[in-house]
């Protein structure tokens, strides 16, 4: 059991490209997010998802697309990366919405 | 709107000293859940607890205990008999039920133990 997958783990971009964060997870769970860590900001929630095919805005979704397809995908798309998405990205799913998350082990993008 | 305060940035105590994390919230809805996340310092994040609006018990597990107060809008972690391996950063988190799935996290609190 994998739990919650992330692809990258690091990577560096540099400003105006775009690229996309991987989550995938194998607990069939139904709700996924998208979250940034800043320093002294704890975590501000980006997009997330309710279910495949539903996606919604979270705190901070500007420069960010979220899609979808499949329960157990949810990869999170920088469409023209800007030295403020300089953070660490994390995925979290559950299986109930009342339930605690369980999150991936992070990408920690650096955009110069 | 929704929105959790974590007012300690930082705390540091001896190893076998209790400790106290606040977490204070803002909802206008009525029921709601409360979470706390541990986050050490190797980086993952890890789920702790949950409590919804409704129970107010406090719960106790090992030397980790939870007081949620409605009437101050408080749901505050104590740690007893502090260890070196509780170092970490704890977050707060709000889920309320008519904000769709969107949890809000605090700031979150670096706890630094000292042996």
């Known amino acids: 059991n994998a739990g919650v997958t992330q692809t990258p783990k690091f990577q560096v971009l540099k400003t105006g490209q775009s690229m996309t964060l991987q989550c995938a997870q194998d607990m069939n769970h139904e709700y996924m997010s998208w979250y940034r860590q800043d320093p002294g900001m704890g975590l501000r929630l980006i997009h997330y998802s309710v279910g495949a095919g539903i996606t919604d805005q979270g705190e901070v979704p500007n420069g960010y697309n979220v899609s979808r397809s499949t329960t157990e995908d949810f990869p999170l798309r920088l469409l023209s990366a800007a030295p403020s998405q300089t953070s660490v990205y994390f995925c979290?799913?559950?299986?109930?919405?009342?339930?605690?998350?369980?999150f991936g082990s992070g990408t920690r993008l650096t955009v110069v | 709107a929704q929105k959790v305060t974590q007012a300690q940035t930082e705390i540091s105590v001896v190893e076998k000293e209790d400790v106290t994390l606040d977490c204070v919230y803002e909802t206008r809805d009525t029921t709601y859940y409360l979470f706390w996340y541990k986050q050490p310092p190797s980086g993952e994040l890890v789920f702790l607890i949950r409590r919804n609006s409704f129970d107010e018990q406090n719960e106790i597990s090992g030397r980790y205990s939870w007081n949620f107060q409605k009437s101050t809008s408080s749901f505050n972690f104590t740690i007893t008999a502090s260890q070196v391996v509780d170092s970490a950063v704890y977050f707060c988190a709000l889920r309320a039920y008519t904000g769709g799935f969107k949890t809000i996290f605090g700031a979150g609190t670096r706890l630094f133990v000292k042996a």
């Open positions: 979290a799913s559950t299986k109930e919405d009342l339930g605690g998350y369980t």
